[in-house]
Protein backbone atom coordinates (compact mmCIF):
# COMPACT_ATOMS: atom_id res chain seq x y z
CA UNK A 1 0.00 0.00 0.00
CA UNK A 2 2.42 2.47 1.17
CA UNK A 3 4.67 1.33 -1.98
CA UNK A 4 1.58 2.12 -3.85
CA UNK A 5 1.55 5.32 -3.11
CA UNK A 6 4.86 6.13 -3.45
CA UNK A 7 4.59 4.68 -7.09
CA UNK A 8 1.27 6.73 -7.42
CA UNK A 9 3.42 10.14 -6.50
CA UNK A 10 6.28 9.72 -8.25
CA UNK A 11 4.34 9.07 -11.69
CA UNK A 12 2.31 12.18 -11.06
CA UNK A 13 5.34 14.49 -10.34
CA UNK A 14 7.10 12.70 -13.88
CA UNK A 15 3.87 12.94 -15.71
CA UNK A 16 2.97 16.74 -14.49
CA UNK A 17 6.60 18.10 -15.43
CA UNK A 18 5.92 15.95 -19.00
CA UNK A 19 2.57 18.17 -19.02
CA UNK A 20 4.81 21.30 -18.69
CA UNK A 21 7.27 20.76 -21.26
CA UNK A 22 4.96 19.11 -23.85
CA UNK A 23 2.04 21.82 -23.12
CA UNK A 24 4.59 24.76 -24.30
CA UNK A 25 5.38 22.76 -27.35
CA UNK A 26 1.93 21.97 -28.38
CA UNK A 27 0.75 26.07 -27.93
CA UNK A 28 3.87 27.54 -29.92
CA UNK A 29 3.14 24.18 -32.79
CA UNK A 30 -0.68 25.08 -32.08
CA UNK A 31 -0.34 29.05 -32.94
CA UNK A 32 2.52 28.99 -35.43
CA UNK A 33 2.58 25.54 -36.49
CA UNK A 34 6.43 25.86 -35.37
CA UNK A 35 8.11 22.21 -33.99
CA UNK A 36 10.67 23.74 -32.02
CA UNK A 37 13.32 20.92 -31.64
CA UNK A 38 15.49 23.45 -29.37
CA UNK A 39 12.60 23.39 -26.38
CA UNK A 40 14.48 20.40 -24.46
CA UNK A 41 17.35 23.07 -24.69
CA UNK A 42 15.33 25.87 -23.83
CA UNK A 43 14.33 23.56 -20.61
CA UNK A 44 18.06 22.84 -19.57
CA UNK A 45 18.98 26.53 -20.02
CA UNK A 46 16.20 26.96 -17.05
CA UNK A 47 18.74 24.52 -14.90
CA UNK A 48 21.60 26.21 -15.58
CA UNK A 49 19.77 29.96 -14.77
CA UNK A 50 19.24 28.15 -11.19
CA UNK A 51 22.64 27.24 -11.30
CA UNK A 52 23.50 30.80 -11.80
CA UNK A 53 21.74 32.01 -9.14
CA UNK A 54 22.90 29.43 -6.89
CA UNK A 55 26.53 30.27 -7.54
CA UNK A 56 25.53 34.18 -7.53
CA UNK A 57 24.88 33.27 -3.84
CA UNK A 58 20.81 34.30 -4.97
CA UNK A 59 19.98 31.00 -3.91
CA UNK A 60 17.74 28.53 -5.65
CA UNK A 61 14.46 29.95 -4.94
CA UNK A 62 15.01 32.80 -6.69
CA UNK A 63 16.79 30.83 -9.66
CA UNK A 64 13.49 29.03 -10.07
CA UNK A 65 11.68 32.37 -10.01
CA UNK A 66 14.35 33.74 -12.88
CA UNK A 67 14.23 31.07 -14.84
CA UNK A 68 10.99 30.78 -16.81
CA UNK A 69 11.35 35.05 -17.29
CA UNK A 70 15.19 34.35 -18.97
CA UNK A 71 13.75 31.07 -20.98
CA UNK A 72 10.16 33.58 -22.09
CA UNK A 73 13.34 36.55 -23.04
CA UNK A 74 15.02 34.11 -25.04
CA UNK A 75 12.09 32.29 -26.45
CA UNK A 76 11.46 36.22 -27.67
CA UNK A 77 14.71 36.70 -29.19
CA UNK A 78 14.36 33.27 -31.03
CA UNK A 79 11.32 33.87 -32.40
CA UNK A 80 12.62 37.41 -33.72
CA UNK A 81 15.68 36.17 -35.06
CA UNK A 82 15.62 32.98 -36.15
CA UNK A 83 11.42 31.44 -36.32
CA UNK A 84 9.26 34.30 -37.72
CA UNK A 85 11.96 33.83 -40.77
CA UNK A 86 10.75 30.60 -41.75
CA UNK A 87 7.53 29.85 -40.31
CA UNK A 88 5.79 29.23 -43.09
CA UNK A 89 7.86 26.46 -44.21
CA UNK A 90 7.47 23.41 -41.32
CA UNK A 91 10.82 21.21 -42.62
CA UNK A 92 12.71 24.36 -41.95
CA UNK A 93 11.51 25.09 -38.99
CA UNK A 94 12.52 21.73 -37.79
CA UNK A 95 15.90 22.14 -39.19
CA UNK A 96 16.56 25.75 -38.03
CA UNK A 97 15.30 24.58 -34.32
CA UNK A 98 17.89 21.63 -34.41
CA UNK A 99 20.75 23.99 -35.22
CA UNK A 100 19.90 26.23 -32.58
CA UNK A 101 19.69 23.31 -29.92
CA UNK A 102 23.07 22.63 -31.13
CA UNK A 103 24.11 26.36 -31.15
CA UNK A 104 22.69 26.29 -27.23
CA UNK A 105 24.30 22.95 -25.86
CA UNK A 106 27.71 23.97 -27.44
CA UNK A 107 27.25 27.42 -25.80
CA UNK A 108 26.17 26.00 -22.46
CA UNK A 109 29.57 23.43 -23.17
CA UNK A 110 31.76 26.66 -23.48
CA UNK A 111 30.47 28.18 -20.78
CA UNK A 112 30.11 25.55 -17.80
CA UNK A 113 32.26 22.84 -19.36
CA UNK A 114 30.44 19.65 -20.75
CA UNK A 115 30.46 17.74 -17.00
CA UNK A 116 27.29 17.86 -15.01
CA UNK A 117 26.70 20.05 -12.04
CA UNK A 118 23.99 20.19 -9.41
CA UNK A 119 22.24 22.54 -7.01
CA UNK A 120 21.36 21.75 -3.38
CA UNK A 121 17.88 20.50 -3.09
CA UNK A 122 16.21 24.03 -1.25
CA UNK A 123 13.47 21.73 0.47
CA UNK A 124 15.80 18.53 1.53
CA UNK A 125 13.09 17.45 4.37
CA UNK A 126 10.46 15.14 4.16
CA UNK A 127 6.72 15.38 4.60
CA UNK A 128 4.61 12.56 5.67
CA UNK A 129 1.64 11.74 2.72
CA UNK A 130 -1.10 9.54 4.13
CA UNK A 131 1.47 7.95 7.24
CA UNK A 132 4.50 7.93 4.39
CA UNK A 133 7.50 10.03 4.38
CA UNK A 134 7.76 11.69 0.91
CA UNK A 135 10.34 14.24 -0.43
CA UNK A 136 9.02 17.69 0.52
CA UNK A 137 10.65 19.03 -2.91
CA UNK A 138 8.65 16.92 -4.78
CA UNK A 139 5.64 17.79 -3.47
CA UNK A 140 6.48 21.31 -4.25
CA UNK A 141 7.22 20.65 -7.75
CA UNK A 142 3.81 19.02 -7.99
CA UNK A 143 1.88 21.97 -6.46
CA UNK A 144 4.36 24.53 -8.91
CA UNK A 145 3.29 22.62 -11.87
CA UNK A 146 -0.41 21.88 -11.35
CA UNK A 147 -0.51 26.09 -10.14
CA UNK A 148 0.97 26.58 -13.92
CA UNK A 149 -1.18 24.69 -15.74
CA UNK A 150 -4.18 25.46 -13.91
CA UNK A 151 -2.84 29.33 -15.03
CA UNK A 152 -2.17 28.29 -18.64
CA UNK A 153 -5.31 26.64 -19.26
CA UNK A 154 -7.11 30.11 -17.11
CA UNK A 155 -5.04 31.68 -19.90
CA UNK A 156 -6.14 30.41 -22.77
CA UNK A 157 -10.23 29.12 -21.78
CA UNK A 158 -11.03 32.18 -19.62
CA UNK A 159 -9.17 35.28 -21.05
CA UNK A 160 -9.95 37.75 -24.31
CA UNK A 161 -6.05 36.70 -24.85
CA UNK A 162 -6.96 33.34 -24.74
CA UNK A 163 -10.42 33.73 -26.75
CA UNK A 164 -7.77 35.94 -29.88
CA UNK A 165 -4.86 32.97 -29.84
CA UNK A 166 -7.49 30.51 -29.60
CA UNK A 167 -9.14 32.60 -32.71
CA UNK A 168 -5.44 32.97 -34.49
CA UNK A 169 -4.81 28.78 -34.25
CA UNK A 170 -8.66 28.07 -36.06
CA UNK A 171 -8.02 31.20 -38.74
CA UNK A 172 -5.19 33.09 -39.04
CA UNK A 173 -6.09 34.93 -42.17
CA UNK A 174 -9.72 35.86 -40.74
CA UNK A 175 -7.84 36.61 -37.25
CA UNK A 176 -5.56 39.28 -38.99
CA UNK A 177 -9.20 40.43 -40.78
CA UNK A 178 -10.48 41.35 -37.35
CA UNK A 179 -7.86 43.68 -36.61
CA UNK A 180 -5.78 41.17 -34.47
CA UNK A 181 -2.23 41.36 -34.70
CA UNK A 182 -1.38 38.05 -35.50
CA UNK A 183 2.64 38.81 -34.72
CA UNK A 184 2.56 39.83 -31.60
CA UNK A 185 0.64 36.99 -31.21
CA UNK A 186 3.10 35.12 -32.04
CA UNK A 187 6.10 36.65 -30.45
CA UNK A 188 3.78 35.99 -26.95
CA UNK A 189 3.03 32.25 -27.27
CA UNK A 190 6.25 31.71 -28.41
CA UNK A 191 7.96 33.52 -25.40
CA UNK A 192 5.28 31.85 -22.82
CA UNK A 193 5.84 28.68 -24.59
CA UNK A 194 9.38 28.62 -23.65
CA UNK A 195 9.18 29.93 -20.24
CA UNK A 196 7.11 26.63 -19.51
CA UNK A 197 9.87 25.06 -20.75
CA UNK A 198 12.38 27.03 -18.36
CA UNK A 199 10.43 26.24 -15.72
CA UNK A 200 9.99 22.84 -16.11
CA UNK A 201 14.17 22.74 -16.26
CA UNK A 202 14.21 24.70 -13.43
CA UNK A 203 12.39 22.99 -11.31
CA UNK A 204 13.56 19.22 -11.87
CA UNK A 205 17.57 20.49 -11.78
CA UNK A 206 17.79 20.01 -7.76
CA UNK A 207 16.54 16.79 -8.52
CA UNK A 208 18.85 15.70 -11.57
CA UNK A 209 22.28 16.02 -12.74
CA UNK A 210 22.21 19.43 -14.76
CA UNK A 211 24.61 18.62 -17.87
CA UNK A 212 24.17 20.12 -21.51
CA UNK A 213 22.25 16.97 -22.69
CA UNK A 214 19.98 16.87 -20.32
CA UNK A 215 17.24 18.07 -22.62
CA UNK A 216 16.94 15.45 -25.27
CA UNK A 217 15.59 13.30 -21.93
CA UNK A 218 12.14 15.48 -21.55
CA UNK A 219 12.11 16.32 -25.09
CA UNK A 220 11.46 12.93 -26.74
CA UNK A 221 9.08 11.91 -24.00
CA UNK A 222 6.69 15.42 -24.46
CA UNK A 223 7.00 14.63 -28.20
CA UNK A 224 5.65 11.40 -27.86
CA UNK A 225 2.88 12.82 -25.34
CA UNK A 226 1.80 15.15 -28.36
CA UNK A 227 2.00 12.21 -30.71
CA UNK A 228 -0.30 10.23 -28.75
CA UNK A 229 -2.36 12.59 -26.77
CA UNK A 230 -2.54 14.08 -30.40
CA UNK A 231 -3.44 18.51 -31.14
CA UNK A 232 -7.21 18.09 -30.83
CA UNK A 233 -7.40 20.61 -28.16
CA UNK A 234 -5.12 22.28 -25.35
CA UNK A 235 -6.14 19.58 -23.46
CA UNK A 236 -4.85 16.64 -25.75
CA UNK A 237 -1.19 16.71 -25.34
CA UNK A 238 -1.80 16.72 -21.39
CA UNK A 239 -3.47 12.85 -21.60
CA UNK A 240 -0.97 12.32 -23.75
CA UNK A 241 1.64 13.32 -20.99
CA UNK A 242 -0.90 11.10 -18.72
CA UNK A 243 -0.08 7.89 -20.76
CA UNK A 244 3.09 8.12 -21.59
CA UNK A 245 4.61 9.58 -17.84
CA UNK A 246 2.69 6.99 -16.28
CA UNK A 247 3.74 4.02 -18.15
CA UNK A 248 7.18 5.02 -18.05
CA UNK A 249 7.22 5.17 -14.21
CA UNK A 250 5.21 2.01 -13.55
CA UNK A 251 7.64 0.10 -15.97
CA UNK A 252 10.46 1.65 -14.79
CA UNK A 253 10.06 1.16 -11.15
CA UNK A 254 8.73 -2.49 -11.69
CA UNK A 255 11.24 -3.62 -14.50
CA UNK A 256 14.15 -1.48 -15.17
CA UNK A 257 14.58 2.07 -16.98
CA UNK A 258 15.80 0.65 -19.93
CA UNK A 259 12.66 -1.50 -20.42
CA UNK A 260 10.59 1.67 -19.76
CA UNK A 261 11.92 3.39 -23.10
CA UNK A 262 11.11 0.43 -24.95
CA UNK A 263 7.47 -0.12 -23.17
CA UNK A 264 6.95 3.52 -23.76
CA UNK A 265 7.74 3.72 -27.67
CA UNK A 266 5.86 0.50 -27.72
CA UNK A 267 3.05 1.70 -26.23
CA UNK A 268 3.23 5.51 -28.78
CA UNK A 269 3.45 3.21 -31.83
CA UNK A 270 0.43 0.81 -30.63
CA UNK A 271 -1.87 3.62 -29.29
CA UNK A 272 -0.97 6.16 -32.73
CA UNK A 273 -1.72 2.94 -35.24
CA UNK A 274 -5.64 2.81 -32.80
CA UNK A 275 -5.96 6.23 -32.65
CA UNK A 276 -3.85 8.36 -35.17
CA UNK A 277 -5.47 11.74 -33.85
CA UNK A 278 -4.75 11.03 -30.74
CA UNK A 279 -6.19 9.32 -27.39
CA UNK A 280 -7.93 12.55 -26.92
CA UNK A 281 -9.52 13.78 -29.92
CA UNK A 282 -11.76 16.69 -30.15
CA UNK A 283 -15.15 15.54 -29.66
CA UNK A 284 -18.07 18.20 -29.23
CA UNK A 285 -16.12 20.65 -27.37
CA UNK A 286 -17.66 24.53 -26.49
CA UNK A 287 -15.00 26.46 -25.60
CA UNK B 1 7.80 58.76 -52.27
CA UNK B 2 9.30 58.96 -55.96
CA UNK B 3 6.79 56.82 -57.27
CA UNK B 4 3.88 59.11 -57.11
CA UNK B 5 3.17 59.44 -60.49
CA UNK B 6 0.99 57.23 -62.16
CA UNK B 7 0.92 57.41 -65.45
CA UNK B 8 -1.53 55.05 -67.62
CA UNK B 9 1.52 53.19 -69.26
CA UNK B 10 -1.08 49.67 -69.23
CA UNK B 11 -1.72 51.15 -72.76
CA UNK B 12 -4.67 48.16 -73.46
CA UNK B 13 -6.40 48.57 -70.58
CA UNK B 14 -9.38 50.61 -71.84
CA UNK B 15 -10.10 51.42 -67.82
CA UNK B 16 -12.22 55.01 -66.82
CA UNK B 17 -10.66 55.80 -63.84
CA UNK B 18 -13.79 56.43 -61.51
CA UNK B 19 -12.47 58.65 -59.20
CA UNK B 20 -15.01 60.92 -59.27
CA UNK B 21 -17.11 62.78 -56.12
CA UNK B 22 -20.09 65.08 -56.71
CA UNK B 23 -18.99 67.34 -53.94
CA UNK B 24 -15.23 67.36 -55.01
CA UNK B 25 -14.44 65.96 -51.86
CA UNK B 26 -11.92 62.95 -51.77
CA UNK B 27 -13.42 59.95 -51.71
CA UNK B 28 -12.90 57.28 -48.34
CA UNK B 29 -11.61 54.37 -50.50
CA UNK B 30 -9.46 55.13 -53.73
CA UNK B 31 -7.69 52.19 -55.44
CA UNK B 32 -5.56 53.70 -58.04
CA UNK B 33 -4.19 51.68 -60.92
CA UNK B 34 -3.89 48.42 -58.66
CA UNK B 35 -1.60 45.67 -59.34
CA UNK B 36 -2.04 42.31 -58.07
CA UNK B 37 -1.99 38.62 -58.01
CA UNK B 38 -1.22 35.08 -56.62
CA UNK B 39 2.23 33.56 -57.33
CA UNK B 40 3.57 34.21 -60.74
CA UNK B 41 0.07 34.87 -62.12
CA UNK B 42 -1.86 38.76 -61.92
CA UNK B 43 -5.58 39.03 -61.84
CA UNK B 44 -5.70 42.89 -60.77
CA UNK B 45 -4.14 44.21 -64.64
CA UNK B 46 -4.54 48.16 -63.25
CA UNK B 47 -8.22 47.75 -61.52
CA UNK B 48 -9.12 51.70 -60.29
CA UNK B 49 -12.08 52.41 -57.91
CA UNK B 50 -13.32 55.14 -55.79
CA UNK B 51 -15.79 54.67 -52.80
CA UNK B 52 -16.95 58.16 -51.04
CA UNK B 53 -18.22 58.25 -47.20
CA UNK B 54 -21.50 55.70 -46.46
CA UNK B 55 -21.33 55.49 -50.19
CA UNK B 56 -22.59 51.89 -51.07
CA UNK B 57 -20.65 50.09 -54.18
CA UNK B 58 -21.18 46.91 -56.20
CA UNK B 59 -18.86 45.11 -57.74
CA UNK B 60 -20.62 43.06 -60.68
CA UNK B 61 -18.09 40.49 -63.43
CA UNK B 62 -18.34 37.50 -64.59
CA UNK B 63 -16.13 34.56 -62.62
CA UNK B 64 -12.86 35.24 -62.50
CA UNK B 65 -12.94 38.90 -63.53
CA UNK B 66 -10.86 39.50 -60.13
CA UNK B 67 -13.99 41.13 -57.62
CA UNK B 68 -12.66 38.38 -55.00
CA UNK B 69 -8.68 39.40 -55.68
CA UNK B 70 -9.36 42.58 -55.63
CA UNK B 71 -11.27 42.54 -51.84
CA UNK B 72 -8.95 41.00 -50.76
CA UNK B 73 -6.35 42.95 -51.70
CA UNK B 74 -7.88 45.97 -49.97
CA UNK B 75 -7.61 44.35 -47.21
CA UNK B 76 -3.88 43.45 -47.55
CA UNK B 77 -4.56 39.47 -47.82
CA UNK B 78 -2.89 39.76 -51.65
CA UNK B 79 0.31 42.11 -52.09
CA UNK B 80 -0.24 45.58 -54.49
CA UNK B 81 2.28 44.61 -56.67
CA UNK B 82 1.92 48.07 -58.39
CA UNK B 83 -0.45 51.10 -57.92
CA UNK B 84 -1.87 51.84 -54.79
CA UNK B 85 -4.86 52.54 -52.23
CA UNK B 86 -5.74 54.83 -50.32
CA UNK B 87 -7.87 55.02 -47.68
CA UNK B 88 -9.04 57.93 -45.27
CA UNK B 89 -6.25 59.67 -47.31
CA UNK B 90 -3.28 57.08 -46.11
CA UNK B 91 -1.56 54.46 -48.42
CA UNK B 92 -2.45 51.38 -47.66
CA UNK B 93 0.31 49.62 -49.58
CA UNK B 94 2.43 47.35 -47.67
CA UNK B 95 0.46 47.29 -44.55
CA UNK B 96 -0.41 44.20 -42.61
CA UNK B 97 -3.89 43.11 -42.90
CA UNK B 98 -4.34 43.77 -39.02
CA UNK B 99 -3.54 47.04 -39.18
CA UNK B 100 -5.53 47.66 -42.86
CA UNK B 101 -8.51 46.66 -40.36
CA UNK B 102 -7.57 48.35 -37.69
CA UNK B 103 -8.25 51.83 -39.62
CA UNK B 104 -11.53 50.98 -40.75
CA UNK B 105 -12.47 48.36 -42.92
CA UNK B 106 -14.41 45.28 -42.12
CA UNK B 107 -14.17 41.82 -44.33
CA UNK B 108 -16.80 39.49 -45.00
CA UNK B 109 -15.49 37.22 -47.02
CA UNK B 110 -16.64 34.65 -49.48
CA UNK B 111 -17.67 31.45 -47.44
CA UNK B 112 -17.89 34.23 -43.92
CA UNK B 113 -15.20 32.17 -42.56
CA UNK B 114 -16.82 32.18 -38.77
CA UNK B 115 -15.15 30.52 -35.47
CA UNK B 116 -17.60 27.31 -36.05
CA UNK B 117 -16.41 25.52 -32.56
CA UNK B 118 -16.85 29.37 -30.88
CA UNK B 119 -20.29 30.65 -29.53
CA UNK B 120 -22.14 33.04 -31.57
CA UNK B 121 -20.92 35.67 -28.14
CA UNK B 122 -17.35 34.64 -28.79
CA UNK B 123 -17.75 35.32 -32.91
CA UNK B 124 -18.74 38.44 -32.27
CA UNK B 125 -16.48 39.32 -29.51
CA UNK B 126 -13.50 38.65 -31.83
CA UNK B 127 -14.84 41.05 -33.96
CA UNK B 128 -14.49 43.61 -31.55
CA UNK B 129 -11.18 42.54 -29.50
CA UNK B 130 -8.63 44.20 -31.18
CA UNK B 131 -10.29 47.81 -31.33
CA UNK B 132 -11.37 47.46 -27.36
CA UNK B 133 -14.89 47.68 -28.64
CA UNK B 134 -16.45 44.99 -25.80
CA UNK B 135 -20.47 46.64 -26.85
CA UNK B 136 -21.88 43.77 -28.94
CA UNK B 137 -24.90 46.00 -29.41
CA UNK B 138 -24.33 46.97 -33.36
CA UNK B 139 -25.01 43.17 -33.65
CA UNK B 140 -27.56 43.16 -31.36
CA UNK B 141 -29.47 46.07 -32.87
CA UNK B 142 -28.73 44.32 -36.49
CA UNK B 143 -29.89 40.82 -35.65
CA UNK B 144 -31.94 40.55 -32.74
CA UNK B 145 -32.17 36.83 -32.72
CA UNK B 146 -28.26 36.69 -32.03
CA UNK B 147 -29.12 37.69 -28.33
CA UNK B 148 -31.22 34.56 -28.01
CA UNK B 149 -28.68 31.89 -29.19
CA UNK B 150 -25.45 33.89 -28.47
CA UNK B 151 -24.46 30.71 -26.27
CA UNK B 152 -24.75 28.50 -29.45
CA UNK B 153 -21.74 26.96 -31.00
CA UNK B 154 -21.51 28.94 -34.41
CA UNK B 155 -21.25 26.03 -36.82
CA UNK B 156 -24.37 24.96 -35.33
CA UNK B 157 -26.27 27.64 -37.38
CA UNK B 158 -27.84 27.34 -40.99
CA UNK B 159 -26.05 29.26 -43.77
CA UNK B 160 -28.43 32.14 -43.50
CA UNK B 161 -27.81 32.42 -39.79
CA UNK B 162 -24.36 32.19 -40.11
CA UNK B 163 -24.18 35.02 -42.62
CA UNK B 164 -25.67 37.17 -40.17
CA UNK B 165 -23.16 36.54 -37.36
CA UNK B 166 -20.38 36.97 -40.30
CA UNK B 167 -22.15 40.39 -40.79
CA UNK B 168 -22.56 41.57 -37.03
CA UNK B 169 -19.28 40.02 -36.75
CA UNK B 170 -17.46 42.88 -39.06
CA UNK B 171 -20.01 45.55 -37.34
CA UNK B 172 -19.01 45.28 -33.84
CA UNK B 173 -15.52 47.69 -34.53
CA UNK B 174 -18.24 49.92 -36.30
CA UNK B 175 -16.03 50.27 -39.41
CA UNK B 176 -16.77 52.88 -41.98
CA UNK B 177 -16.24 50.80 -44.66
CA UNK B 178 -17.56 46.92 -44.99
CA UNK B 179 -15.90 44.68 -47.91
CA UNK B 180 -18.80 42.01 -48.15
CA UNK B 181 -18.40 38.94 -50.32
CA UNK B 182 -21.14 36.70 -51.71
CA UNK B 183 -23.33 37.36 -48.68
CA UNK B 184 -26.34 35.68 -50.55
CA UNK B 185 -24.26 32.36 -51.67
CA UNK B 186 -25.91 29.38 -50.05
CA UNK B 187 -28.70 31.38 -48.24
CA UNK B 188 -31.92 29.97 -48.61
CA UNK B 189 -34.49 32.04 -50.84
CA UNK B 190 -36.78 33.46 -47.94
CA UNK B 191 -33.61 34.42 -46.24
CA UNK B 192 -31.80 36.87 -48.82
CA UNK B 193 -35.00 39.44 -48.47
CA UNK B 194 -34.24 39.46 -44.75
CA UNK B 195 -30.79 39.63 -44.98
CA UNK B 196 -30.83 42.83 -47.60
CA UNK B 197 -33.10 44.45 -45.24
CA UNK B 198 -30.54 44.14 -42.08
CA UNK B 199 -27.91 45.28 -44.45
CA UNK B 200 -30.02 48.54 -45.95
CA UNK B 201 -31.18 49.68 -42.21
CA UNK B 202 -27.61 49.09 -41.09
CA UNK B 203 -25.68 51.09 -43.69
CA UNK B 204 -28.33 53.89 -43.75
CA UNK B 205 -28.46 54.03 -39.73
CA UNK B 206 -24.16 53.98 -39.19
CA UNK B 207 -23.46 55.60 -42.37
CA UNK B 208 -21.21 52.73 -43.36
CA UNK B 209 -19.66 52.62 -46.76
CA UNK B 210 -20.09 49.07 -48.53
CA UNK B 211 -18.13 47.22 -51.11
CA UNK B 212 -20.93 44.48 -52.17
CA UNK B 213 -19.78 41.36 -54.65
CA UNK B 214 -23.18 39.57 -55.32
CA UNK B 215 -24.39 37.40 -58.09
CA UNK B 216 -28.16 38.61 -56.70
CA UNK B 217 -28.23 41.37 -59.37
CA UNK B 218 -31.77 42.26 -58.43
CA UNK B 219 -30.10 42.88 -54.52
CA UNK B 220 -26.97 44.46 -55.60
CA UNK B 221 -28.97 47.22 -57.20
CA UNK B 222 -31.75 47.40 -54.74
CA UNK B 223 -29.14 47.62 -52.17
CA UNK B 224 -26.38 49.85 -54.40
CA UNK B 225 -26.21 53.21 -55.15
CA UNK B 226 -23.00 52.76 -57.61
CA UNK B 227 -22.34 49.84 -59.74
CA UNK B 228 -18.68 49.03 -61.03
CA UNK B 229 -18.25 46.53 -64.01
CA UNK B 230 -14.77 44.50 -63.72
CA UNK B 231 -13.40 42.49 -66.32
CA UNK B 232 -10.16 40.78 -66.29
CA UNK B 233 -9.04 42.39 -63.52
CA UNK B 234 -9.59 45.99 -64.34
CA UNK B 235 -12.81 48.09 -63.31
CA UNK B 236 -14.13 49.12 -67.02
CA UNK B 237 -17.19 51.46 -66.37
CA UNK B 238 -19.16 52.56 -63.53
CA UNK B 239 -22.66 54.48 -63.59
CA UNK B 240 -25.51 55.06 -60.94
CA UNK B 241 -27.30 51.97 -60.09
CA UNK B 242 -30.33 53.67 -62.11
CA UNK B 243 -28.76 53.60 -64.83
CA UNK B 244 -28.12 49.72 -65.04
CA UNK B 245 -31.37 49.35 -64.67
CA UNK B 246 -32.60 51.31 -67.15
CA UNK B 247 -30.20 49.60 -69.50
CA UNK B 248 -30.04 45.56 -69.30
CA UNK B 249 -27.65 45.57 -72.07
CA UNK B 250 -25.42 46.45 -69.53
CA UNK B 251 -25.00 43.46 -67.53
CA UNK B 252 -25.49 41.82 -71.07
CA UNK B 253 -22.45 42.88 -72.10
CA UNK B 254 -20.45 42.42 -68.61
CA UNK B 255 -21.98 39.60 -67.58
CA UNK B 256 -23.40 37.61 -70.42
CA UNK B 257 -21.74 34.50 -71.33
Request: contains cysteine; charged residues 15%; aromatic residues 6%.
Amino acid sequence: MSAALTIALDASNYVLILMLVALGLAIIFGLMNVINMAHGEFMMIGGYVVLVCHQAGLGVGWGMVLAPLAVAALGLLVEELVVRRVYTRLLDTILATWGLSLVLKQSISLGFGPGSHSVPNPLPMAVSVLGQPYPAYRLFIMAVTVLVLVFTFWLFFRTDLGLTARCVIANRPMAACLGIDTRRLDRFTFAFGSGLAGLAGAVMTPLVSLDPQMGLGFLVPAFLSILVGGLGSVAAPLAGATAVGVTDTLVATFFSPVWAQGVVFTLAIVLIRLFPDGIATRRRRVV
Amino acid sequence: MPEKAHTPDEAPGPEKAPARDAAGLAPLLHAQAVVAGYGQGVVLHGASLAIGAGERVGLLGRNGAGKTTLLRTLMGLVAIRDGDVEFDGASLRGRPTFAIAQRGIAYVPQGRELFPAFTVEQNLRLGGLAFGASDLSPAWAAFPWLRERRHERAGSLSGGQQQQLAIGRAIVSRPRLMLLDEPLEGVQPSVVSEIAASLDALCSASGMALLLVEQNVDVMLSLCTRVAFIERGAVVHGCDAAAVRATPSLLERYLGV
